[in-house]
Nanobody
Framework: QVQLVESGGGLVQPGGSLRLSCEAS????????MYWYRQAPGKERELVAH????????GYADSVKVRFTISRDNAKKTVYLQMNSLKPEDTAVYYC?????????WGQGTQVTVSS
């Protein structure tokens, strides 16, 4: 059974940093591209970053380029999102996502709040 479990969210001041983690199970992690999405109150869910299985290719939303870094540890079956220089507009629930054998899988989400 595929499971994605996020952790690492919290309250942080503007300019601060957080590292989110998503631990995966139930599939061959290293074969799949992993994604981070976020959803702010009243807004649609948006793609933040993605990283291919081998780690050879990444992509970022324009709003987070330079500030966020996606990475993975295939031995630990975990994908990370390092978030630096956080802004109030980064406040959202952050979700880990994978598409496995034609099906969509989401984690439960972790809340990130950027506020002074």
């Amino acid at each position: 059974q595929v499971q994605l479990v996020e952790s690492g969210g919290g309250l942080v001041q503007p300019g601060g940093s957080l590292r989110l983690s998503c631990e995966a199970s139930g599939f061959t992690f290293s074969r799949y591209t992993m994604y981070w999405y976020r959803q702010a109150p009243g807004k649609e869910r948006e793609l933040v970053a993605h990283l291919t299985g081998t780690g050879g290719s990444t992509g970022y939303a324009d709003s987070v380029k330079v500030r966020f870094t996606i990475s993975r540890d295939n031995a630990k079956k975990t994908v990370y999102l390092q978030m630096n220089s956080l802004k109030p507009e980064d406040t959202a629930v952050y979700y880990c996502y994978a598409r496995i054998s034609g099906r969509d899988y989401w984690g439960q989400g972790t809340q990130v709040t950027v506020s002074s």
